[in-house]
């Protein structure tokens, strides 16, 4: 079939080699829906390369369960680098990743990676793609992934991918559909209507290249009627061959092929296939020339003769060298013998979990707990929980850890304290935060007369449990006992997690010695080399500096946190980062960076834990609330799973005091927000944590208990004495004008102007708004942003989206960019080119740029 509505995209993926091949390499995403054509754009692509060029590739298979690293251990094989060796050597993944890039970049006339169908892909491939392309531009390679990216799943996997990447080394090629024009040049030399052949395709380009072949009259309404009609006209014996290809994702090794296929004379029978086009051939395998026809057929056959042809395949790949374990596994699935998926899924699982394909791992265990059921021991469920918690599956991992509980009983009760300690974690993730300190009470009962470093682990899990729920004058006790043991036992790593929890309990009452303790905490992590005990503690010192509303340490902190799990592939805590510096920025008043930051923080479909995107929701709430930029539902939606009463304080307090803002601005919902409040500070013993929680309820007109203000940071606490000066004075100490401005909002009238000035140089809409209201004021009483508009009457929201269409992103990336909504991106988009009477976005932004509006 030929190439057509494809030049300039050809020309993208040509254009992008040239860096690549002097040195500095590039990064081509080539995404589009199924059957749209990006593997014949790939093949076309690579036979126009020149021969100086190496070309390696390889692709990611539809298997049940993804098998790790698997397009890449293919393709490496090419360059003599055997991923499962390294890997079986226990070497570090970061360092095997290194050794993948040397390989990559080590030939003169640079490399050309093509990996396909990255949808398909495991944690681990994703890590390594991720980890090439972040370092690709100082080496010649040239890397080139395609993917569907129609479901929210797809979308994850490439959003995770390239995560970070700068645009000037990433490229997009989008293909769409072949337009009418196209379908019709295609059937010039067929009898087919072309006006029938594209209204029944839609222009996707496998179902054109069906229909043109299929001999029927009559045009079939969906590509699996058309291929299976096609195959409908085949001899008994080449579909017993299309059938027995069927089964396999990807590559059909032609002696399996004819092993498991009913049929009289195999080899006569492929040669019907490859003569009808049905199959292709490559070396010794057979494939379909699209995934569409293999699952067309495969869903075809009857349940009976599947599982047969599955079983048949297992029982040949059971004796194989070659073969993967998750390959295997997949077809003893397919065949249902249980017995085999028990023995061989909890081998896939640890072998997953070696080179990070948390998913997978999590997969493979719940897949060999399925297939043992009640006879699943202890062990085996635990680590199907833990991996289950890795993955963000909490329920999962809740209830396993409980099933693994049951099957130890009473009699070893180390494994049983140390089982109660993992529980406790699990059920704190959940928020079941009564659960957890239960559990963990009760692993240190068990675990009382058994000195040793479970006890050590359970000590220092109950003071981290202490410490993210603001109790932390009750810190300090377990944390310390937990230290001890830890020495005597030399687990520097039990050490370094109860240092974090101590140096954040000493927040107010002695920061310069949390301090100290959260460096210490790191210092050890790093000697360790375990950067995720570092990531903690570094997380938890920006907090910490939040928390004492010392902002420009907090953004120093956040940015060190931020480099630091950039570097060493630590995605969540990356997140989390990244999310606070919206914070701090926000406080800082630098709000025009804020939502790019606060929106890479926060991702509701990315899989990372969900605690990790709440700095990012946060910072975005306060950004909508404080300027009056439109709603992000998802925001809300997200924000409600931590608004209930059992949330601990660190998560609902920021909430509350943001609601209780708005209700102020608002004029609006005060008592929902008083009552807020009140459950706030009715939860945590050490109050001054949220220190913002009196201040609000003191605004709001509510009772504020007698309490001990004496270590709240210095604005609270002379704002709570009724010094409105010295509170403004404090937070201009420490660069916050907003917050400056909010203190001013409540004192004198003089004070109030005062107040409204810098609201409007921050453009703080909302609070311009009932600034007017206090002060009597009757002009612009909007508490909106104002929808001024510029030349060619565009508002200010449609020039900031114009500006980043000249960027080249597309509306769902304009959308996370801008805090809206990609529906609400496209009003936009119509409007700019209705105004700028453009007929592309590529006109308009050519012609915003020579009118000067960009």
Request: net charge negative; proline share 4%; aromatic share 6%.
């Amino acid at each position: 079939m030929r190439l057509l509505d494809r030049e300039k995209e050809l020309e993208a993926l040509l254009r992008s080699l040239a860096p690549a091949t002097s040195g500095e390499g590039r990064v081509t995403l080539v995404s589009g829906e199924a059957g749209v054509g990006k593997t014949s754009l790939l093949r076309v692509f690579t036979s126009q390369v020149s021969p100086n060029i190496r070309i390696l590739r390889g692709a990611c298979e539809d298997l049940r369960v993804a098998e790790p690293l698997g397009p890449w251990r293919d393709l490496l094989v090419d360059v003599d680098l055997h991923l499962a060796d390294r890997l079986a050597d226990s070497e570090r993944t970061f360092s095997v990743f290194s050794h993948v890039l040397s390989a990559l970049a080590d030939h003169p006339g640079g490399t050309l990676v093509v990996l396909e169908d990255l949808h398909w892909a495991d944690d681990a491939t994703i890590d390594l793609v991720r980890f090439i392309a972040r370092r690709i531009v100082d080496h010649p390679i040239c890397l080139v992934v395609s993917s569907r990216a129609e479901r929210v799943e797809e979308r994850r996997m490439i959003r995770r991918a390239f995560v970070d990447l700068p645009t000037n080394i990433m490229n997009r090629v989008e293909l769409s559909r072949l337009s009418e024009a196209a379908v019709s040049e295609l059937c010039r030399e067929s009898l087919k209507d072309p006006s029938k052949v594209f209204a029944a395709s839609g222009g996707n380009a496998f179902y054109v290249s069906e229909l043109l072949s299929n001999a029927g009259k009559k045009i079939p309404l969906s590509i699996r009627d058309a291929v299976l009609a096609r195959i409908d006209q085949l001899p008994g014996d080449a579909k017993s061959i299309i059938q027995a290809a069927s089964i396999m994702p990807r590559r059909a090794e032609v002696e399996h092929v004819m092993a498991i296929a009913d049929c009289t004379d195999a080899e006569a029978a492929i040669e019907i296939c490859l003569e009808e086009g049905l199959l292709t051939m490559s070396e010794t395998a057979l494939s379909f020339r699209h995934e569409i026809a293999r699952e067309a057929v495969s869903s075809s056959i009857s349940t009976i003769k599947r599982q047969a042809l599955h079983k048949r395949l297992f029982q040949r790949l059971g004796n194989s060298k070659d073969a993967g374990l998750p390959r295997i596994l997949h077809h003893a699935q397919a065949a249902g013998d249980k017995s085999a998926v028990a023995e061989l899924a909890p081998k896939a699982a640890r072998a997953a979990e070696a080179v990070g394909s948390r998913r997978e791992a999590a997969e493979f265990y719940l897949m060999a707990v399925d297939a043992l059921a009640d006879a699943s021991d202890a062990s085996l469920l635990e680590a199907a929980a833990a991996a289950c918690y890795l993955v963000g599956n909490h329920p999962a991992a809740a209830g396993l850890q409980t099933r693994a509980l049951e099957k130890i009983g009473e009699s070893d009760p180390i494994r049983r304290g140390d089982a109660l300690r993992k529980l406790s974690r699990y059920r704190w993730i959940r928020s079941d935060f009564s659960g957890a300190f239960e559990a963990v009470r009760e692993a240190i009962a068990v675990l009382a007369d058994h000195r040793g470093p479970e006890l050590a682990q359970a000590y220092s899990s109950l003071s981290q449990l202490l410490m993210t729920g603001f109790h932390t004058p009750e810190v300090e006790a377990p944390a310390t006992r937990a230290i001890e043991l830890a020495r005597e036992f030399n687990r520097p790593d039990i050490i370094s997690h109860a240092l974090n929890n101590l140096g954040m309990s000493k927040t107010h009452s002695d920061p310069e010695l949390g301090r100290k303790l959260l460096s210490e905490s790191i210092e050890i992590g790093l000697k360790l080399d375990d950067p995720d005990h570092a990531a903690r503690a570094m997380s938890n010192w920006m907090h910490f500096e939040y928390h004492r509303c010392e902002f420009k340490n907090a953004l120093e902190r956040a940015e060190i946190a931020a480099q630091f799990t950039l570097e060493n592939e630590l995605d969540a805590y990356h997140r989390y980062a990244l999310g606070m510096i919206g914070r701090t920025k926000m406080d800082l008043g630098q709000w025009d960076e804020v939502v790019h930051f606060a929106s890479r923080g926060f991702d509701p479909e990315d899989r990372v834990p969900e605690n990790y995107h709440f700095n990012g929701a946060i910072a975005l709430l306060i950004y909508q609330v404080r300027t009056g930029a439109e709603r992000n539902d998802d925001v809300g939606e997200y924000l409600a799973l931590f608004d209930h009463e059992t949330s601990e304080a660190q998560r609902i307090g920021p909430y509350s005091e943001i609601v209780a803002e708005r209700a102020w601005l608002s004029g609006q919902g005060m008592a929902e927000a008083i009552e807020r409040l009140r459950l706030v500070a009715a939860k945590s013993t050490d109050i001054e944590a949220v220190a913002g929680v009196p201040v609000w309820l003191n605004r709001l007109g509510a009772e504020v208990s007698d309490l001990d203000i004496a270590r709240f940071p210095k604005p609270y606490l002379l704002e709570l004495k009724g010094d409105i000066a010295g509170a403004a004075s404090a937070w201009a100490d420490m660069g916050a004008p907003y917050n400056r401005a909010l203190a001013l909002a409540f004192g004198s009238p003089e004070q109030q102007k005062e107040a409204q000035s810098t609201f409007e140089v921050l453009q703080a809409f909302p609070a311009i708004g009932r600034m007017n209201e206090i002060l009597g004021n009757p002009k612009n009483r909007s508490r909106g942003r104002p929808r001024a508009e510029g030349p060619y009457g565009l508002t200010n929201r449609q020039i900031d989206v114009l500006r980043l269409i000249d960027e080249g992103l597309t509306n769902e990336q304009i959308g996370a960019r801008l805090f809206i909504s990609p529906k609400t991106v496209d009003h936009h988009v119509s409007a700019i080119l209705s105004r700028l009477e453009a007929s592309s976005r590529g006109e308009a932004a050519a012609k915003a740029r020579n009118e000067g509006l960009l």
